[in-house]
């Protein structure tokens, strides 16, 4: 009677498992699927609209690319320190002239950045990682076959309903996780396409002086930061995705039987959490780790 009891509740818990995992890979696979792509294949309308306004925007940053222009060839020019010489002067025209270049060609540059998130992305999914999670062999073992593995006895069964109180727990976790990570990865794409057309009136400071060109330089940096936002987004999703479906983090010790699927599941519970953080949080190490 009891082994049979203990056969049923290991089936469930089982069984709720791969549905929270159902869930959380799905949700998680649409967020990675998104990562790998190019915004303007993501959304043709999206990017229809951010050219659209860009031209616009094109306009507005030939005329500040020249008053930025006269602007630092003023204060250069009646700076009694300088030494206004004529490789001076052109000096400051090779600038006007590397000012209308990124200005006009702001978004064919961006759009090439791009294929570099999506190129990282390809071969990292080439070299065969995944961002799904799976029960580990250990735990199958357990819940499909407990009586055979070591989990008899009243107090085994007590854990078993305790686990599945844990397994639906973890449903609401992975299915809060994982849609909020695919929120993440709608957001990076929304983010991206408002950034672009700003690239215009940022390179336009490239024609003035050093005091007025570090917002082209702050533009850039924002943008590559944002754009291989996504590669690191995907490599926390397959690093987490690797060490749960790996088996236990060794933090229940050297429990076994129920014990240990009980100790798995809080794991489980805390490396989605974990992959949230690291995915909300990818810009910011993006951004540290290259210096942007």
């Known amino acids: 009677m009891l082994e049979g ?4 509740l290991g089936f469930v818990v089982y069984l709720l498992l791969e549905l929270g995992l159902s869930f959380y890979n799905n949700l998680v696979g649409m967020a990675a699927g998104m990562l790998g792509q190019d915004p303007a294949a993501w959304s043709s309308a999206g990017w229809a609209f951010t050219k659209n306004v860009n031209s616009i925007f094109l306009a507005i940053g030939g005329v500040l690319t020249v008053i930025f222009f006269l602007m630092g060839f003023c204060a250069d020019s ?3 320190r300088q030494d206004f010489r004529v490789e001076n002067i052109l000096r400051m025209f090779l600038k006007l002239s590397v000012a209308e270049f990124f200005v006009i060609n702001s978004l064919t540059l961006v759009r090439k950045l791009f294929a570099l998130s999506t190129g990282v992305i390809s071969k990292i999914s080439g ?3 995944t961002f799904a999670y799976k029960i580990p062999d250990e735990v199958y073992k357990l ?3 407990p009586t055979e593995n070591g989990i008899t006895g009243g107090s085994d069964a007590l854990l078993l309903v305790v686990s599945i109180l ?3 727990i973890f449903m609401l976790v992975a299915v809060g996780c994982g849609g909020f990570i695919l929120y993440e990865a709608f957001q990076r794409f929304f983010k991206i396409l408002l950034l672009v057309p700003y690239g215009t009136l940022a390179n336009s400071t490239i024609a003035g002086n050093h005091m007025l060109a570090h917002s082209a330089e702050a533009f850039w940096k924002y943008a590559i930061a ?5 590669v690191t987004m995907y490599m926390a999703l397959a690093l987490c995705a690797m060490i749960i479906s790996s088996g236990s983090l060794q933090l229940v010790g050297q429990q076994t039987g129920a014990l240990y699927v009980v100790g798995w599941m809080l794991e489980m519970c805390l490396i989605c959490w974990l992959t ?3 995915v909300k949080g990818s810009e910011t190490i993006t951004q540290k780790a290259l210096g942007l």
Not at 5 to 8: D, G, K, R
Not at 226 to 230: G, H, Q, S, V, W
């Open 5 to 8: 009891l203990i056969e049923a």
């Open 78 to 80: 009646m700076d009694i």
């Open 127 to 129: 070299q065969g990682l």
């Open 143 to 145: 819940l499909n076959s």
């Open 166 to 168: 844990l397994a639906l």
């Open 226 to 230: 944002t754009i291989l936002e996504a």
């Open 276 to 278: 949230l953080g690291l």
